[in-house]
């Protein structure tokens, strides 16, 4: 059963643009969401993390929006740059991850073209 | 990162071999994981350690054990490899998070596996 629904798999945006990456989820104990950016060849890395108490958090170019109601966060890059080009995958955790147990998207991957 | 290795990098092994893919990490950290991903299927929890002596299954531990032979290293193997175990495999590592503070985890470079 998949716990986190991840759209789009994949994302064309000129350089400049908005890039959108949206994420459900259903488990209500769910109480900390991290986005990994995973380049081609290297493993993932945290991007961004966000607890329920906040509705939004945003570090440079990169913001995550977080709808507790609605169950859905999404991940919005602004000016997205060529370098931004990747895949991303969000996740979820009870605990704040703290359990091992944090469950990932299927991923998006990201082309932001010149 | 290079504080998490994973040896090989790439294997190419025959259906049926027994083979095992190592991680180690200079990162001092208590918890390690390993995770299988799939085009199309994300990152998916194979088996996950909390100390030495801890070890517990993931979403997807059928036809993989794992051994923790000390802090810094946690190996997967896969006892009898089948073409559907040809993946793309990561370690990860964390460490345990303070009061409040959640879990960032740290992955290695990872292995890729083709099982003709």
């Known amino acids: 059963q998949q716990q986190v629904k991840q759209s789009p798999q994949s994302l064309i945006v000129q350089k400049g643009g908005i890039s959108i990456i949206n994420c459900a989820y259903e488990?209500?104990?769910?109480?900390?969401f991290p986005w990994y950016q995973q380049f081609p060849g290297k493993g993932p890395a945290l991007l961004i993390a966000?607890?329920?108490?906040?509705s939004e958090k945003k570090e440079g170019r990169f913001t995550i929006s977080f709808n507790k109601s609605a169950k859905q966060f999404s991940l919005h890059i602004m000016d997205s740059q060529p370098g931004d080009s990747a895949t991303y995958f969000c996740a979820a955790s009870p605990y704040g991850g703290s359990q091992g147990n944090l469950i990932f998207g299927k991923g998006t991957k990201l082309s932001v073209k010149p | 990162d290079a504080d998490v290795t994973q040896t090989p990098r790439n294997r190419i092994t025959k259906t049926g071999k027994r083979i095992m893919l190592e991680c180690s990490q200079t990162k001092g950290h208590d918890r390690m994981y390993w995770y299988r991903q799939d085009p199309g299927l994300g990152l998916r929890l194979i088996y996950y350690?909390?100390?030495?002596?801890?070890?517990n299954k993931g979403e997807i531990s059928d036809g993989y054990s794992v051994s923790r032979q000390a802090q810094a290293k946690f190996s997967l193997s896969l006892e009898s490899a089948i073409p559907n175990q040809t993946a793309l495999y990561f370690c990860?590592?964390?460490?345990?998070?303070?009061?409040?503070?959640?879990?960032?985890?740290?992955f290695g470079p990872g292995t890729r596996l083709l099982v003709l």
């Open positions: 990860a590592t964390s460490d345990i998070p303070g009061t409040g503070g959640w879990e960032t985890q740290y």
């Open positions: 966000i607890r329920p108490d906040v």
């Open positions: 350690s909390f100390d030495v002596k801890d070890i």
């Open positions: 488990n209500t104990a769910f109480d900390y």
